[in-house]
């Protein structure tokens, strides 16, 4: 209770003045001790050069779900629509590129590039969110010595690298469920077009911070331009920070240059503050790994051509998550609070937050693991929330080094609670089976 009421008071405070002197400080203080490391240890000479590496992953699956009669149509409200494919075999393949460098002094240098490698676009532009063109995933450069680990560039936030969760590998479930939901957005009289809504606009489908979340801002506004730092661990507990300038704002200057300060529509956050707490230890033969992160930042304004509103709230969220192991056994769950980030203004829509709560056992090179999620998004004034719940078993063996056939079975059900009427399904319910193999070089 003590942890909710400190998050609480740390992220649900309305933004103080002194809020762009703490961003001028963070930028200055890691450009400053970056420049620092660089400087001291041009006075020694270099071990080697930079060493590359080259790597990644092929996740090849074989997918079959298993919905409601609706929902295996492509509009589960007009059952003339063709229906979805119910199995496929799939891929989502990543190559990596290291580059890691030190000096005799004991300072490290060095990045990572992230690539897709599949025949398509990304499996996770799944979501809608990130253009059809994503080649690099993450590009990042980074030193690190005495003083901590500073990292620049397109890649995870403090509040993502630290995020302590239940037990297992998540849930590949929600990639094959009917992306489309039961309700209908209905036409008005200058677009009487009547459009169907998307699972991840109504429904939180994992359980991640507003920025970390794919379903809210695509893998480009997670993986956009910021600095982060982490201090070294002391006695297992570490403290990263993180600074995004814009959600919206990626790559190259050619991208970064079109990005504006307020949007025409939805939602995006600029000045983003993430922070995260972590603990790891070893208690005799009990392992504990605790974790709090949080984000702070403000919601664009709208453009709608006439004028400039504040329509959204601003960012404030938080995440708590408690794993312990002993004997190859782990318990854990967490906790988190969207608060009202993405509620508009004067609107009595509900909040986001979810739970989750899981075992997990591995003995020898195999592994299994059993989880439950709940998340709870509000949609519409004066409703209950929408609520996604899955419980997914999994089961993991290491055939060989870097090679890992897998198993999972996740019973989902999402409840929509703003379905009514005849023509409207309120909600969607099934199974999702996988079969996988993942091989990492």
């Not at 991840?200 to 730092?229: D, H, I, M, Q």
Request: glycine letters at 12%; a positive charge.
């Amino acid at each position: 209770m003590k942890i909710y009421k400190r998050a609480d008071r740390l992220f649900n405070n309305k933004p103080k003045k002194g809020k762009t002197m703490i961003k001028k400080v963070l930028l200055t203080s890691a450009l400053v001790a970056s420049f620092a490391a660089t400087a001291n240890a041009g006075d020694s000479s270099e071990v080697s050069g930079p060493q590359v590496t080259l790597g990644g992953s092929l996740d090849t699956q074989l997918g079959y779900a298993q919905q409601k009669k609706a929902f295996r149509h492509k509009d589960p409200s007009n059952t003339a629509t063709s229906k979805l494919n119910n199995h496929s075999l799939v891929n989502d393949t990543k190559i990596s590129i290291k580059i890691d460098g030190e000096f005799e002094s004991g300072l490290k240098y060095g990045g990572a590039i992230k690539l897709n490698a599949d025949t398509s676009e990304a499996k996770t532009n799944f979501f809608g969110k990130d253009d059809t063109n994503s080649k690099a995933e993450q590009t990042m450069a980074y030193v690190e010595g005495a003083f901590g680990r500073i990292e620049m560039g397109n890649t995870p936030s403090a509040s993502d690298a630290m995020h302590v969760g239940a037990p297992g590998r998540g849930s590949e479930a929600r990639y094959w469920i009917n992306p489309n939901t039961s309700s209908k957005v209905v036409g008005t009289a200058t677009d009487p077009q009547t459009t169907q809504d998307s699972l991840v606009t109504n429904f939180l489908t994992a359980p991640n911070l507003p920025t970390n979340e794919l379903g809210l801002v695509g893998n480009k506004g997670r993986n956009a331009g910021k600095v982060s730092y982490f201090t070294p661990s002391f006695s297992g507990i570490m403290i990263g920070l993180s600074y995004t300038p814009d959600v919206q704002s990626y790559g190259t200057v050619a991208q970064a240059r079109g990005v504006t300060t307020s949007v025409t529509s939805g939602q995006a956050f600029k000045n983003v503050f993430e922070a995260g707490l972590k603990y790891e230890y070893m208690f005799n033969d009990v392992g504990v790994k605790a974790g709090v992160t949080g984000q702070a930042g403000d919601s664009k304004k709208v453009n709608d051509g006439t004028n400039l509103n504040k329509t959204y709230r601003s960012l404030r969220a938080w995440n708590a998550g408690l794993n312990l192991n002993f004997m190859g056994v782990t318990l854990g769950g967490s906790y988190g609070d969207w608060g009202k980030s993405t509620v508009a203004k004067n609107s009595s829509v509900k909040g986001t937050k979810y739970w989750t709560l899981g075992a997990g056992y591995a003995f020898g090179p195999a592994d299994v693991s059993l989880t439950y999620v709940n998340t709870q998004k509000g949609a519409i004034a004066n409703a209950k929330r929408n609520k996604l719940e899955m419980l997914s078993l999994e089961l993991g063996y290491k055939l060989a080094p870097g090679l890992m056939p897998y198993a999972e079975v996740t019973c989902f059900k999402a409840k929509d609670n703003r379905a009514n009427g005849t023509s409207n399904y309120a909600s969607n319910k099934g199974t999702v089976f996988l079969l996988g193999s993942k091989l990492q070089f």
